[in-house]
C-alpha cells in the first residue's frame, strides 16, 4: 500500500513536472484538470457523457462476451463448429478495430446499433478464442463420471464445465473489458453524438488539452473503481476452492 | 485388446475381474459403464440401470465440498442416508471441506461414498485402492466389505492384486493377457468377513494354480 501511494505521488509530481517544462498549453498541470473536471461534473457534462459512454462498453461487452464465449464453447467441443468457424475467427481476428467500425458505420448509418455491433464485433473473436481454448482443456475424466452418474445437462454445465471454463472467462472477461472501452471512445469519435470519446474529438479540434486530460482521467477512475470493486471481488469468489499457496 | 469374453453376474453377487497389468480390465469396466462404444457385443444391465463406479483416481469435483461432491451424483439420496455413508466411511468431520484439503486416502473414501450414494444396481470398482499403503488399503478394503455386507449389491471389482479380490469377492473371473479372454471362474465359498490368513492363503495357492495351469 505505501508503496503504491509513493508511486502515485511520483506519477503527479512527474506531471507537474512536466507541465512546467512543456508549458500549460501542451501539457497543463494536475490543478487545472483537476479544476476543469470540477468544472465539468457541475454542469453535468461529465456525468452525462460518462453515462452514455458506460452503457455503451456494458451493452457492447455483455453482447461479445456472451456470444463470444458461447461459440468459443460449441467450437472447442465438436471439432466439425471448430473448422467451420475457424476461418472466420481468423479474418475477423486480423480485421483492424478502425475497418470494422467505419464499415459499420457506412452499412448501417452513423447510428448507436452500428457503433455497439462494431464494437461487440471486435471484441467477440478474441472471447471465442479464449474460451475455446478452455473448452479444449476440459477434464474428460470428470464428463466420464458425469456421465456414468448420469448427471444431467444443466448440472453438468453448472457443476463441470462452468467452473472448469472460469479462469479462461475471466482472462478473455478482463482483457475484453480493457479492449472494449478503448473502441467504444474510438466509435464515439468517429459517429456518435456524446460520450467520453466525442468530447475528447471535440477537444481535439479546440487544441484544448485540459479538457482532453479532464476526461481521460475522468474515464480511468471510473475504469479502475469498476475492476477494484467489481471485477477483483468476482475473481476472488470465483477462486475460493482452490488451494492457496504455502 | 479384448479378446472374446462373455459372462454374467448374479443379483447381488461380487465378482472380480483379476488380470495382469494391460490386458484390458479398465477398458471392459468402462464398456460396461457406456463409456466406450468401440466394441461388438452387448452388454444388458440390471432393470433401471443406476450405476455407481470408482474409478482409480477419485474424480471429484474440486470446486465442490465433499457434501455437495455426493450429491450432484445422488440427487434423491436423503440425509439420513448419507449420515450414516458418511459416518460408515468416516467422513462426518469433512462434509464441508474441498477435495483440495483432503488426503488420498479420505478422496478415495468420498468416491466410494458418492457410489453408494446413489443405491446403484451395479457398483463398479476400477482398482479402487490402488497407490495406497498397505495399512490405509487393507483399512478401506474392510470399510468397502463392511458396506457391501449391510446392503448386497451386484458389484464387479477390477484389481490386479489377487489378495484383495480374494478378500472381497465372490466369484473371481480371472482374465488372461491380451487379447483377454476369460481363464478361468472361480468361486469364493467363505463368506466374506471371517475370512482368515489360512484361508486366503489356501484360495492364492488355488489361484495361482489355475492361472499357471490356464496360461499355457
Given at each position: 500500500m505505501?508503496?503504491?501511494?509513493?508511486s502515485l505521488i511520483?506519477?503527479?509530481?512527474?506531471?507537474?513536472a512536466?507541465?512546467?517544462?512543456?508549458g500549460?498549453?501542451?501539457l497543463?498541470d494536475?490543478?487545472?484538470?483537476a479544476l476543469?473536471?470540477?468544472?465539468?461534473?457541475?454542469?453535468g457534462?461529465?456525468a452525462?457523457?460518462?453515462?452514455a459512454t458506460?452503457?455503451?462498453v456494458?451493452?457492447?461487452?455483455t453482447l461479445?462476451?456472451?456470444?463470444?464465449?458461447?461459440i468459443g464453447?460449441?467450437?472447442g467441443?465438436?471439432r466439425?463448429?471448430?473448422?467451420?468457424?475457424?476461418?472466420?475467427l481468423?479474418?475477423l481476428?486480423?480485421?483492424?478495430?478502425?475497418?470494422?467500425?467505419?464499415?459499420a458505420?457506412?452499412?448501417?448509418?452513423?447510428?448507436?446499433?452500428?457503433?455497439?455491433?462494431a464494437?461487440?464485433?471486435?471484441?467477440l473473436?478474441i472471447?471465442?478464442?479464449?474460451v475455446?481454448?478452455?473448452?479444449?482443456?476440459?477434464d474428460?475424466?470428470?464428463?466420464?463420471m458425469?456421465?456414468?452418474?448420469?448427471?444431467?445437462?444443466?448440472?453438468?454445465?453448472?457443476?463441470?464445465?462452468?467452473?472448469?471454463?472460469?479462469?479462461?472467462?475471466?482472462?478473455a472477461?478482463?482483457?475484453?473489458?480493457?479492449?472494449?472501452?478503448?473502441i467504444v471512445?474510438?466509435?464515439e469519435?468517429?459517429?456518435r453524438?456524446n460520450g467520453?470519446?466525442?468530447e475528447?474529438g471535440?477537444?481535439f479540434?479546440?487544441f484544448d488539452?485540459?479538457?482532453?486530460?479532464a476526461?481521460a482521467?475522468?474515464?480511468v477512475?471510473?475504469?479502475?473503481?469498476?475492476?477494484t470493486?467489481?471485477?477483483?471481488?468476482l475473481?476472488?469468489?470465483v477462486?475460493r476452492?482452490r488451494?492457496k499457496p504455502? | 485388446?479384448?479378446g472374446?469374453?462373455a459372462?454374467?453376474?448374479g443379483n447381488?453377487?461380487v465378482?472380480?475381474?483379476?488380470g495382469?497389468?494391460?490386458?484390458?480390465k479398465?477398458?471392459?469396466?468402462r464398456?460396461?459403464?457406456?463409456?466406450d462404444?468401440?466394441?461388438?457385443?452387448?452388454?444388458?444391465l440390471?432393470?433401471?440401470?443406476?450405476?455407481?463406479?470408482?474409478?482409480?483416481?477419485?474424480?471429484?469435483?474440486?470446486?465442490?465440498?465433499?457434501e455437495q461432491?455426493?450429491?450432484?451424483?445422488?440427487?434423491?439420496?436423503t440425509d439420513?442416508?448419507l449420515?450414516?455413508?458418511f459416518?460408515?466411511?468416516g467422513?462426518?468431520?469433512?462434509?464441508d471441506h474441498?477435495p483440495?484439503?483432503?488426503?488420498?486416502g479420505?478422496?478415495?473414501?468420498?468416491?466410494?461414498a458418492?457410489?453408494?450414494?446413489v443405491?446403484p444396481d451395479?457398483?463398479?470398482?476400477?482398482?479402487?485402492?490402488?497407490?495406497l499403503?498397505?495399512?490405509?488399503a487393507?483399512?478401506?478394503r474392510?470399510?468397502?466389505?463392511?458396506?457391501?455386507?449391510?446392503?448386497?449389491?451386484?458389484?464387479?471389482?477390477v484389481t490386479h492384486?489377487v489378495?484383495?479380490?480374494?478378500?472381497?469377492?465372490?466369484?473371481?473371473l480371472?482374465?488372461?493377457?491380451?487379447?483377454a479372454?476369460?481363464?478361468?471362474d472361480?468361486?469364493v465359498?467363505?463368506?466374506?468377513t471371517p475370512?482368515?490368513p489360512?484361508e486366503l492363503?489356501a484360495?492364492r495357492?488355488?489361484?495361482?494354480?489355475?492361472?499357471?495351469?490356464a496360461?499355457l
Open positions: 505505501g508503496a503504491r501511494l509513493i511520483l506519477l503527479i509530481a512527474a506531471w507537474y512536466g507541465s512546467q517544462m512543456a500549460a498549453r501542451l497543463p494536475p490543478q487545472a484538470v476543469a473536471i470540477v468544472d465539468e461534473a457541475r454542469s457534462a461529465l452525462f457523457n460518462l453515462g458506460l452503457a455503451r456494458a451493452v457492447a461487452f461479445a462476451m456472451a456470444l463470444g464465449s458461447v464453447l460449441v467450437m467441443r465438436s466439425l463448429a471448430d473448422r467451420l468457424g475457424d476461418p472466420w481468423i479474418v481476428l486480423n480485421l483492424p478495430a478502425l475497418v470494422i467500425i467505419v464499415l458505420y457506412v452499412w448501417a448509418g452513423l447510428t448507436e446499433t452500428a457503433a455497439i455491433a464494437v461487440a464485433l471486435n471484441k473473436p472471447a471465442t478464442v479464449t475455446r481454448e478452455g473448452a479444449r482443456s476440459l474428460r475424466a470428470l464428463d466420464d458425469a456421465q456414468v452418474f448420469r448427471m444431467g445437462a444443466w448440472t453438468r454445465m453448472r457443476h463441470v464445465v462452468l467452473p472448469q471454463l472460469a479462469p479462461y472467462l475471466a482472462a472477461a478482463r482483457s475484453g473489458l480493457s479492449l472494449v472501452w478503448k471512445l474510438i466509435v469519435l468517429l459517429g453524438p467520453v470519446g466525442f475528447i471535440v477537444a479540434q479546440l488539452v485540459t479538457r482532453i486530460l476526461y482521467l475522468a474515464f477512475a471510473v475504469m479502475l473503481a469498476i475492476e470493486f467489481l471485477v477483483q471481488p475473481e476472488r469468489h477462486s476452492w488451494p504455502a | 485388446m479384448l472374446e469374453l459372462f454374467s453376474l447381488g453377487e465378482a472380480a475381474l483379476v495382469p497389468s494391460g490386458c484390458g479398465t477398458t471392459l469396466l464398456i460396461i459403464a457406456g463409456l462404444s468401440d466394441f461388438e457385443g452387448s452388454v444388458a440390471p432393470a433401471h440401470g443406476m450405476l455407481g463406479m470408482v474409478f482409480q483416481e477419485p474424480r471429484l469435483l474440486p470446486w465442490r465440498t465433499v461432491n455426493v450429491r450432484l451424483a445422488a440427487p434423491r439420496a439420513a442416508a449420515g450414516t455413508l459416518q460408515a466411511l467422513l462426518t468431520a469433512h462434509r474441498f483440495g484439503e483432503l488426503s488420498l479420505l478422496a478415495r473414501r468420498v468416491a466410494l458418492r457410489a453408494f450414494a443405491e451395479l457398483l463398479l470398482l476400477d482398482e479402487p485402492f490402488v497407490s499403503d498397505d495399512a490405509l487393507a483399512r478401506l474392510d470399510e468397502l466389505a463392511d458396506l457391501v455386507n449391510r446392503r448386497p449389491i451386484t458389484t464387479l471389482l492384486n489378495e484383495e479380490a480374494i478378500g472381497l469377492a465372490d466369484r473371481l480371472l482374465l488372461s493377457l491380451s487379447p479372454r476369460v481363464l478361468a472361480v468361486p465359498t467363505r463368506p466374506r475370512r482368515t489360512q492363503a484360495m495357492e488355488e489361484i495361482a494354480k489355475r492361472i499357471n495351469g496360461s
